[in-house]
């Protein structure tokens, strides 16, 4: 495995696989790699024969009041488990590299970027964006993994890609949990003890919704309000940022069941629980 730091290397080592004729798979992480990003990994490596990944905290896509100088990093950490799942590459760039003293473009899907998580954390989505076309004009892979669990930068990626005819499939792979029902996210390491016992409160609501649904509510405000009064109820919680029924593909806001109609429905919170801001999500079959 090699670790490239530098842009014109990267993009010299990519155009030789490629002319070797390999297929090549990327997936962005910002590190602190847990089993979900190696999920996407072995996906990759599936798919294609060389495997890339990148990590790079990206500055962008935080806000002025959030955690961008204590988002975990552990790069040794990161190149020893990547090197044990058969990674080939890591692209492991410095900020200076990546955008240089001058830095003035970025990449907007509007509508998508201002809902949901979008809305309480203004300019983040286009810092994803940004970043992401960045790494997808350096790599030039042919494929690209991105996690279900950050499922509107997902839409917002396809999207994009579809928009400005980028040449790269996106392929999206399933949220992977512990045991209790957590969503893995580098962020849980920020949780205390209890906080940690207390945050399978996210996808236990989504479940209450999920059966709700199952059960013939058809009505979502109805499921909505009884949702929130169980988040809200359970003291860890310091704020619920929301609790919305999106439509899967254009992220637009439901309000009722259309049996017949409705083939999935994204159910997606995101709450704070303590100073740790989560988010989940599940898709409800119809
Ligand atoms: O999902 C992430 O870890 C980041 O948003 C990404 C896609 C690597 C861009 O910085």
Redesign the pocket.
């Known amino acids: 495995m090699k670790t490239i730091n530098k842009i014109d290397e990267c993009r010299v080592a990519m155009q030789e696989l490629r002319k070797q004729g390999n297929k090549i798979g990327f997936v962005?992480?910002?590190g602190f790699l847990h089993e979900g990003h190696l999920s996407l990994i072995r996906m990759a490596q599936r798919d294609c024969d060389k495997v890339i990944i990148?990590i790079?905290v990206?500055p962008m896509?935080f806000g002025p009041d959030e955690d961008f100088k204590k988002y975990p990093r552990d790069i040794k950490r990161d190149t020893s488990l990547a090197e044990k799942e058969g990674v080939d590459y890591i692209f492991n760039p410095s900020v200076q590299e990546m955008y240089g003293q001058d830095h003035k473009t970025t990449v907007e899907v509007k509508e998508l970027s201002s809902v949901m998580c979008g809305k309480y954390r203004p300019g983040h989505f286009a810092g994803?964006a940004t970043?992401?076309l960045k790494l997808f004009n350096i790599i030039n892979a042919h494929k690209a993994y991105?996690?279900e669990k950050?499922y509107q930068?997902l839409v917002i990626i396809k999207k994009m890609v579809d928009d400005l005819n980028l040449d790269i499939e996106i392929k999206s792979g399933p949220i992977v949990r512990e045991e209790d029902g957590l969503a893995l996210s580098s962020r849980n390491r920020y949780l205390s003890g209890v906080e940690r016992e207390n945050a399978t409160i996210l996808y236990r609501c989504l479940n209450i919704a999920r059966d709700m649904i199952a059960g013939g509510e058809n009505d979502l405000e109805k499921i909505k309000k009884r949702v929130l009064e169980e988040l809200e109820g359970n003291k860890f919680v310091r704020k619920v940022d929301y609790f919305d029924f999106r439509d899967p593909l254009t992220l637009q806001e439901k309000r009722r069941v259309r049996r017949g109609e409705d083939g999935e429905i994204l159910a997606a919170v995101a709450a704070w629980i303590g100073n740790t801001r989560l988010i989940d999500n599940i898709m409800i079959k119809v």
């Open positions: 962005p992480t910002m990148s790079f990206n896509q994803v970043v992401v991105f996690g950050d930068q």
